[in-house]
């Protein structure tokens, strides 16, 4: 069964403390994707990965950054956390494929509280 | 911009057919989504359909896209309460990233 996997379900942190959020997937998939999702809000995208050592920012990039060191693992990494970075965090990957339906697959998630 | 625009909630009876509704702007978009997530866990692919198409039927869903006025409709016929979930439209152009609603949220009472 192919897999998205976020390391962290939950976490709960304090204002001013750098935080990773890992993801992981096991098949192959080029593009993987970093949003976060609010009530109200909808899916808002943060970073995105087109390759390794590659990253393209998002609607929404400011206070976070990404690392995409090898094709199957890509983090996000908040500085320093702040109350307003108190979010579910999604994880998703997809083939390169230019062409064809985009088909997305998530990660479980992770919900962050910023205390 | 590009925009994808749904109502927050709808509410239906176990048995009653559920319509939810979406429009986007992008009139060049090629793929349209939908995706669900149920309590606690990511989205998971429902259904996609291609620009080109005006229907797709899959068991008790069918998505029906009119692309003159940009509008795309989910049906769920005979809803049971493990619909009960979080529906998300999404759009794009191939090879570009997805484009998501706000997401509407079924309720299902029985």
């Known amino acids: 069964d192919v897999k998205v996997t976020q390391s962290s379900r939950y976490l709960v942190k304090r204002t001013g403390e750098k935080v990773f959020l890992e993801c992981v997937q096991d098949m192959d998939h080029e593009n993987m994707f970093w949003y976060r999702q609010d009530p109200g809000l909808g899916l808002r995208l943060i970073y995105f990965?087109?390759?390794?050592?590659?990253?393209e920012k998002g609607d929404i990039p400011e206070g976070y950054s990404v690392s995409r060191e090898k094709k199957e693992r890509f983090s996000l990494i908040l500085e320093s956390a702040s109350t307003n970075q108190t979010s579910m965090y999604l994880c998703?990957?997809?083939?390169?494929?230019?062409?064809?339906?985009?088909?997305?697959?998530f990660g479980a998630g992770s919900r962050l509280t910023v205390l | 911009g590009e925009d994808v625009e749904q109502s927050l909630f709808l509410s239906v009876r176990e048995g009653d057919s559920s319509v939810i509704n979406c429009t986007y702007t992008d009139s060049s978009s090629t793929y349209l989504y939908w995706y669900k997530q149920e309590p606690g866990a990511g989205l998971q692919l429902l259904t996609y359909?291609?620009?080109?198409?005006d229907m797709k039927q899959d068991q008790r869903l069918t998505v029906l896209l009119n692309k003159k006025d940009k509008h795309l409709s989910l049906r769920i016929a005979d809803t049971q309460t493990g619909d009960s979930a979080i529906y998300f439209c999404?759009?794009?152009?191939?090879?570009?990233?997805?484009?998501f609603g706000k997401g509407t949220t079924l309720s299902v009472s029985s």
């Open positions: 998703a990957s997809t083939t390169g494929a230019s062409s064809g339906a985009n088909v997305l697959t």
């Open positions: 990965s087109y390759d390794v050592k590659m990253k």
């Open positions: 999404a759009e794009n152009q191939a090879g570009t990233a997805l484009i």
């Open positions: 359909i291609f620009s080109n198409m």
